[in-house]
């Protein structure tokens, strides 16, 4: 069986009424999960003795703008055991919108939430440390949305007084 | 200045007390190379022996604020490093003089976005722009010409008792 049937079956197995989506693109494979699973999925994915989903390489968010579940959040996860990336997918609304952090999972989570809370304002729950990264403390606005202007808000991040 | 030859003829020569100060200082500009991003690899090339900045009695890069009268700001400027660039410029006892190298420095530069200084006149004075993305050295060399220029103009009486610190902390 190849491996990426192999995750699929297993992961129907254990997940059945909370996985919404299973696509493969190009030969990447992207599950969607119910946003309350995301955590439990982490957790077996990295458990599992033959997935060994190990590694998170990333996680970042879309913004859909209109779109009735406004964000996405995308964590890609690696196997070093099997040598495959898969891709993991949660749709998430609200405001702000929320969801549990897997950073209890993937230590190495912990950054790339903060990113994505910087830039999107998406709240990890029970994020061990969930500041601004790139963006001043005190700074107000999420630059990635898709309703933030491109060249900032006038006045919204302070400069040094002007010298003559 | 063909000195040797006066030395020759009279043994000396007359001049003002503003000209030989001056003379003296734009022949020692030690810039502070403020480094940020992707100019600062020209600004290292003007200094090493093929562009030789040495020629121009610039070559010394003194690594603290404290020593320097010119400052090379080479690379993008965000809102959060403005901060910094101001604080290291306002410890730069006076007279001091200023380059904006590249057009990040100089106008945003190819970053029109939200996190980038659209130009760092802004907030600090400017006395040369180099225009370039990035500029050949050749291009900052001239612009440390030009500064020379600019100071060989000065009266030393323009710089007496102004405060060693005189905005920082405010
Ligand atoms: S002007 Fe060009 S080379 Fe210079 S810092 Fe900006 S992007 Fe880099």
């Keep these: 069986m190849a491996f990426k049937d192999l995750i699929i079956e297993k992961i129907k197995k254990q997940f059945e009424k909370s996985i919404e989506e299973v696509k493969e693109f190009r030969g990447d494979l992207s599950i969607t999960i119910a946003k309350d699973k995301i955590v439990e999925l982490a957790r077996f994915l990295r458990d599992d003795d033959e997935l060994c989903f190990e590694t998170c390489l990333d996680v970042t968010a879309i913004d859909w703008a209109t779109r009735k579940n406004r964000f996405t959040v995308v964590y890609h996860v690696y196997s070093f055991k099997n040598n495959f990336t898969l891709r993991i997918k949660a749709n998430i609304d609200g405001e702000p919108p929320q969801i549990e952090t897997v950073s209890s999972i993937w230590p190495g989570a912990n950054w790339y939430e903060r990113e994505t809370y910087d830039m999107y304002g998406i709240v990890f729950l029970n994020h061990p440390d969930l500041r601004r990264m790139y963006m001043p403390e005190g700074f107000e606005y999420y630059p990635l949305r898709k309703d933030f202007p491109l060249l900032g808000i006038p006045g919204s991040l302070p400069l040094p007084d002007k010298l003559e | ?170």
Excluded: H
Aim: aromatic share 8%.
């Design chain 2, 1 to 170: 200045m063909g000195l040797e030859a006066k030395l020759n003829s009279d043994g000396f020569i007359t001049t003002t007390i503003d000209a030989v100060i001056a003379w003296a200082r734009k022949s020692s500009v030690w810039p502070m190379p403020m480094g940020i991003s992707c100019c600062a690899i020209e600004l290292i090339a003007a200094a090493d022996p093929k562009y030789d900045l040495a020629r121009f009695g610039s070559e010394v890069m003194r690594f603290t604020p404290r020593q320097c009268d010119l400052m090379i700001v080479a690379g993008t400027v965000t809102y959060k490093m403005a901060q910094v660039v101001r604080r290291i410029y306002d410890q730069m006892p006076e007279p001091k003089w200023v380059i904006a190298m590249g057009a990040c420095t100089s106008t945003g530069g190819m970053y029109r976005s939200y996190n980038v200084v659209q130009g760092i006149d802004q907030f600090l004075p400017i006395d040369a722009y180099v225009a370039g993305c990035p500029p050949r050295p050749e291009n900052l060399i001239n612009a440390i010409m030009t500064i020379q220029q600019k100071i060989s103009k000065t009266k030393a009486r323009d710089f007496q008792d102004k405060p060693l610190l005189e905005t920082i902390d405010k």
